[in-house]
C-alpha cells in the first residue's frame, strides 16, 4: 500500500512527496472555503490523519492501525464553538479545541508523510 490523500468517498490521489502535500492541502483548503471539508492522509500501515480544511482552524485527528488508538489535537487557542466540516461525504462537527492554525496542521500532515508519526509541534490528546 502507499500513501495516499482521500479528498472525499470517491476521489484519494497518490502522495509522491511532501512538497506537493503541503500544496495540495494549501489548494484544497482555498478549494473549501464555502464548503469545510476533511481530507485523509492514509498511510501505507493503515494509519490515517484526517485534516480539516476551508476553515480559519484545522481540525486534526489521528487513527492507528486498527483503530485504537485515535487521537485528536488539543489547542488552547480556540474557543468553545464547534467547527463543522465534511467528512467523507457525512456531516461532522468537532470542538474548535481539537484543531491549529492551518499552517501548524499542514505541517503536522507533512511530518505524518515524512516520519510515520505524530508531531511533537502540536499537544495529542487520545478520544
Partial sequence: MKWTLQIDEQSSELIVD???LGQRLRQLHELAQHDPFFAVVNAPDGSTL??????????????APG?????????SEAGEQLLSYKFL????????????PLAAAVGAAIEFFKTGKLSDQLHWEDD
Avoid at 89 to 100: L, R
Fill in 67 to 75: 483503530g485504537w488508538p485515535a487521537k485528536h489535537v488539543i489547542s
Fill in 18 to 20: 511532501a512538497e506537493r
Fill in 89 to 100: 461525504g457525512h456531516f461532522s462537527e468537532m470542538p474548535a479545541s481539537y484543531a491549529a
Fill in 50 to 63: 484526517a485534516i480539516g480544511l476551508g476553515r480559519e482552524l484545522s481540525a486534526l485527528s489521528y487513527t
